[in-house]
């Protein structure tokens, strides 16, 4: 699963001596959750912020997330030639792409995406607001029962915002309201801007990486490349991470790849801004997909479709399953968002490792480091334990913000013994998120 316990194991470091320097800086009280209605690129759009983030999503536009916005910028693609537009649901235009996160069902080859028994293009889309409280709010967004190829289905996202914390969780329901069972999966999608809309136009590449574990056999990663086929054309593939993870450096050629990981989990990270999007999902190691993929795919479009918008989409995709009359097939990830300038190598429901604790000999000290980008306003803390779990030392708590990567480094003196490290994350209300290593 993607939220495994991310420690390290170094030589051993540590009856306390005090802190170098400790990134941070004074506690930031977090602000309530709040949804709104809003006029934004010429639709009306319903907004949900906590201070940290803000989403705003589109019921004329098929029900769509088309913003994330992280430190002040959007991850989220929004195509220029369809802002503000929409189309009947009843309608089935021949291409529209509006971008931002939708959902889809699967295989392709039965249900591609302009060929859907619900229309995720047209709208609009019912808005129920469930839950309102200070802490938590939750949106629904939930399409008409649409009929296809004797098929009938409806489907309904569910987004959940928090207080403290970029952790976003997005529950995908669709519903089999016809008479005959159905095979299907969920077939998820985010389609990330890679301009530069900071710059004019014509608006630059952003700096932009898709982290994406991948499994390793023989000390080779393995992946499924469906394009480019040639080798010599790979050149945005970068295998060189120290870790089971392939980074794909966008640039503007087209490529698509599928892994099949055993952990859940998709990065963006744009270099300049530091802005960095995680989605992970909760997935069954045995489920059944189909027609070569994955349960993780990227896909990185060329400048010339549609009407020359660089992109990047990362797609999730749950196995294939038999959906009885009445019943509903679920798929639920969580989404994630800091500042960090990558590379992603972990992630977890505490944050990102971009660089591991690493121990250095200093003197008759040890010097701890690292650098991470974490999901809570809250505070870390440096433990050191031996091998039985007891705690030999541990540090004051470093106050922590999505906003701020976060840089370690301690200074420790020298133990005798190895010793494991784990810098543990709490949340503002005291709770432990877990650990970063």
């Not at 392709?108 to 802490?135: K, L, S």
């Not at 009938?152 to 995908?172: P, Y």
């Not at 990185?300 to 097939?329: D, H, K, N, W, Y």
């Not at 200093?362 to 974490?374: A, I, K, L, P």
């Amino acid at each position: 699963m993607y939220d495994r316990s991310l420690c390290a194991v170094v030589p051993a470091c540590c009856l306390a001596a005090g802190c170098g320097s400790l990134s941070g800086g004074p506690a930031v009280d977090a602000p309530a959750v709040v949804t709104r209605d809003v006029d934004w690129q010429g639709w009306q759009a319903i907004e949900q912020t906590n201070g940290l983030i803000t989403l705003r999503h589109v019921p004329a536009a098929g029900g769509r997330t088309l913003s994330l916005e992280i430190g002040g910028d959007d991850a989220f693609l929004v195509f220029p030639n369809e802002r503000g537009r929409s189309y009947p649901v009843d309608g089935r235009p021949a291409s529209v792409h509006f971008g931002g996160h939708y959902v889809c069902i699967g295989p392709e080859t039965v249900w591609n995406v302009h060929d859907q028994p619900f229309n995720p293009h047209g709208g609009p889309y019912e808005a129920r607001r469930q839950v309102d409280r200070p802490d938590c709010h939750e949106l629904s967004l939930v399409s008409r029962p649409g009929t296809r190829k004797h098929a009938t289905v409806s489907m309904e996202r569910r987004i959940v915002v928090r207080r403290g914390s970029t952790h976003v969780t997005v529950d995908e329901v669709v519903t089999n309201r016809g008479t005959d069972p159905l095979e299907f999966y969920i077939w998820d999608f985010t389609q990330i801007d890679a301009a530069d809309r900071r710059r004019p136009a014509p608006h630059p590449l952003r700096r932009l990486s898709v982290y994406v574990p991948v499994p390793v056999h023989d000390g080779r990663q393995q992946y499924t490349v469906f394009t480019p086929g040639d080798p010599a054309k790979q050149g945005q593939f970068d295998e060189s991470l120290p870790t089971d993870v392939l980074a794909i450096h966008y640039a503007a050629e087209q490529c698509k790849i599928a892994s099949h990981a055993g952990q859940w989990w998709v990065a963006a990270v744009d270099h300049d801004t530091g802005w960095t999007y995680v989605k992970a999902f909760d997935a069954d190691a045995q489920a059944r997909h189909v027609d070569g993929n994955g349960p993780i795919e990227v896909y990185g479009s060329f400048m010339t479709e549609p009407a020359g918008q660089p992109f990047v989409e990362m797609e999730l995709l749950g196995g294939i399953r038999r959906c009885a009359p009445g019943e509903s097939i679920r798929h639920r990830e969580s989404w994630y968002a800091c500042i960090c300038r990558g590379p992603v190598l972990e992630v977890s429901p505490a944050g990102v490792v971009c660089e591991r604790l690493a121990a250095v000999g200093q003197g008759e000290s040890c010097r701890v480091t690292g650098r991470f980008g974490v999901f809570h306003l809250g505070t870390a803390r440096l433990r050191v334990v031996d091998g039985d779990g007891k705690t030999i030392w541990q540090s004051e708590p470093m106050v922590i913000d999505p906003r701020k990567e976060f840089r370690l480094d301690v200074l420790v003196p020298p133990q005798r013994k190895t010793a494991k490290m784990v810098l543990e994350i709490e949340n503002q209300g005291g709770e432990k998120i877990g650990v970063l290593g």
